[in-house]
């Protein structure tokens, strides 16, 4: 399993990688239009689905490359590869929106992405929240649990995909797949049967990971602490989700902060699995899941800057000659060079300022353990020239040269006893002093 783990962390990391490129082109392609999402009003719910794609797929990413004993990466993989097919969805019917259809039927793809990235999603998010930190269940009887949700979302999807009427997640969308409208009732129960087992897998989740933290040691609690708050959060989300769909109207505001807060939500546990292994050595790689986590932001920001530059420079060159052109292009790509090298030197300093820790604050680390590494470190720092002048001040030094002469004389009565193998050692020092 080892083996094939990194083939597959790179294969599923490529995809959403591609995933995050083609939707961010997509919605710029749209204008940035507002997709046909459930409660999905602004741009906030898009940006939303950047965050919590970018971060599942660094933290997994890195996990699965450097742990892959552990499920956990791959987990965090298929994760994001789930809510990035979403967002593609959502960027794709953007376009829809503005007359532009690409290769695929825009109710072909919403109907997908409804019952997959809604089952599919919540699934993975279940079984990620009752196995981690270690790959394994807290326990025997948590495959109860586990049966529950695979069996929540298996009715979920099913449900959703032959539902008549709108559908879940897109409602500007008929079902293209329903079955009779007679078996609406059945399908309706179906769906509610299926949410309700996955509304219990969550709360179920909850309280394994209080119990994990419960019977973890002090350095294991300090690893835990923030992102068992942070998969809690998530929880609660997902629920508050749950009872929006039921009980708001599609352009409910309130429906749309729920909706935001629980899609940011999902970024939030990679943030704190990052700041539990930068800061108290989580699984031991605290040095390389920083790297990754300026990499990742460093992408997103730029993300963020490209689409906002693009779509500036689009207006204005729209507003001065009525077209577009592609000097707002090559325009975006000159800020993105420019502002490459000050945006990565500024999170290196954050992450170093904030991330990093003091050894006092990791439990069962001895603070005086690090004043050897400290000297170790600040004579690496110095130069040649620096080095060069200590060692002709050593020499220099009288004192030194008498040491130096004394360790050199110590040596002559060995070189003696080899040329005159038949004197003893005690006789033959004897005889050098006298």
Do not use: C
Not at 239 to 247: I, V
Not at 331 to 351: C, D, M, W
């Amino acid at each position: 399993m080892a083996v094939l783990a990194r083939p597959f962390a790179l294969a599923i990391a490529f995809a959403v990688g591609v995933f995050v490129l083609v939707a961010v082109l997509l919605w710029a392609r749209a204008d940035f239009a507002t997709p046909p999402y459930k409660f999905m009003l602004g741009p906030a719910g898009m940006l939303a689905f950047v965050l919590a794609v970018t971060t599942q797929l660094v933290s997994g990413f890195v996990l699965a490359v450097r742990r892959p004993d552990l499920p956990i990466g791959r987990l965090s993989l298929i994760f994001a590869f789930v809510i990035g097919e979403a967002m593609v969805a959502n960027a794709y019917l953007a376009l829809a929106e503005q007359g532009v259809v690409g290769p695929w039927q825009p109710t072909w793809v919403a109907w997908f992405t409804s019952w997959f990235a809604f089952s599919g999603g919540a699934l993975t998010a279940l079984v990620l929240g009752l196995v981690f930190p270690d790959g394994r269940l807290p326990g025997r009887r948590w495959g109860v649990a586990l049966g529950l949700a695979l069996a929540g979302a298996v009715i979920t999807a099913a449900a959703i995909a032959l539902l008549p009427g709108r559908l879940i997640l897109y409602p500007a969308y008929r079902n293209p797949a329903a079955l009779d409208a007679s078996l609406t009732g059945w399908l309706t129960a179906a769906t509610v049967v299926g949410i309700g087992l996955l509304a219990f897998g969550g709360v179920a989740v909850s309280i394994a990971l209080l119990l994990r933290y419960r019977r973890a040691d002090e350095l294991l609690q300090v690893q835990l602490r923030l992102y068992i708050a942070s998969a809690i959060g998530l929880t609660v989300g997902f629920l508050a989700f749950l009872a929006a769909l039921g009980s708001l109207p599609d352009d409910s505001p309130v429906g749309e902060l729920i909706m935001v807060a629980f899609v940011a939500s999902g970024g939030l546990p990679p943030i704190a699995l990052l700041l539990a292994i930068s800061r108290y050595r989580l699984y031991d790689i605290d040095a390389i899941l920083s790297r990754a986590f300026v990499f990742g932001t460093l992408t997103a920001i730029l993300a963020g800057v490209y689409t906002a530059s693009i779509r500036l420079f689009n207006s204005l060159f729209t507003a001065l000659t009525g077209e577009n052109s592609d000097a707002a292009l090559v325009i975006t790509t000159l800020v993105i060079a420019a502002t490459f090298t000050p945006i990565k030197r500024r999170l290196e300093t954050l992450v170093e300022r904030r991330f990093r820790a003091p050894e006092a604050a990791v439990p069962g680390i001895d603070p005086e353990a690090s004043v050897g590494d400290a000297a170790v470190d600040v004579a690496v720092d110095l130069d040649d020239a620096a080095v060069g002048r200590i060692a002709a001040a050593v020499l220099a030094d009288p004192g030194f040269a008498a040491l130096l002469d004394t360790h050199l004389r110590a040596l002559e009565p060995t070189a003696a006893v080899a040329q005159e193998p038949g004197i003893p050692p005690t006789e033959d020092r004897h005889r050098h002093h006298a």
